[in-house]
Nanobody
Framework: QVQLLDSGGGLVQAGGSLRLPCAAS????????MGWFRQGPGKDREFVGA????????YYAESVKGRFTISRDSAKNTVYLQMNSLKPEDTGVYYC??????????????????WGQGTQVTVSS
């Protein structure tokens, strides 16, 4: 079992930045993928990006490439989503997720077993 605690959301103006941490505890995550998803008002939950914990490689949705970056602090078992150049359409509840890697690219909600409680990000125009 992996427990995830995500936080760091808030209200920011368009063009601003936020960093969301997600702290993992419980079982080791060495063989896991750590993903970020978001759900905007009236929208389905969508993939934002993910990191393969072993090796630290990352991949992103096209909508956030070049603006969002995923990093980690292995000593703290924490993954971060750095969001720059935020746009109003980035508004939503952001969730971190984790699961043992089952494929090289894990972009579907159904591929993740463990979820954080979500943190609200609101970008004003």
């Amino acid at each position: 079992q992996v427990q995830l605690l995500d936080s760091g959301g808030g209200l920011v103006q368009a063009g601003g930045s936020l960093r969301l941490p997600c702290a993992a505890s419980g079982s080791p995550i060495d063989s896991h993928a750590m993903g970020w998803f978001r759900q905007g008002p009236g929208k389905d939950r969508e993939f934002v990006g993910a990191m393969r914990w072993s090796g630290g490689s990352t991949y992103y949705a096209e909508s956030v490439k070049g603006r969002f970056t995923i990093s980690r602090d292995s000593a703290k078992n924490t993954v971060y989503l750095q969001m720059n150049s935020l746009k109003p359409e980035d508004t939503g509840v952001y969730y971190c997720a984790a699961n043992r890697m089952t494929s090289w690219l894990m972009t579907s909600r159904s591929e993740y077993t463990y979820w954080g409680q979500g943190t609200q990000v609101t970008v004003s125009s």
